[in-house]
């Protein structure tokens, strides 16, 4: 028997309280599948699968609206990071504190002591 394919409905889906997507919706395995259309070419989609946990709710909606929500919820290809900044809030105090040794002032010869198999 050969299986038909599924019909497509169009829905707004809100999964895990803040992704909010719109596009042609198919339920398959067990997993509930978006086709998100691309707001530059009505021909062309990006798939988004999610697992009944994640599901908080399903809309069903015209194509005319799915098409304009998911206009709305662009996710943009990469967001840029820079580690350094990170680092520079790690950055060591500039001052001194009392008792501390600059790395300037460190010295290695005066705490290295030649050890003998009876100190062990």
Partial sequence: MEQ??????????????HIKVAGRYFVENGLHRVDIPDPADLTLYRTEWYGNAAIFRITPVDELTARHVAKQSVIPDAIPWDVTNHFKQLVAPQETIEGQVEDDDYDPSQYEEELTPDDW
Avoid at 4 to 17: D, F, N, Q
């Fill in 4 to 17: 038909a394919e599924p019909t497509a409905r169009w829905v707004i889906l809100e999964a895990m309280g």
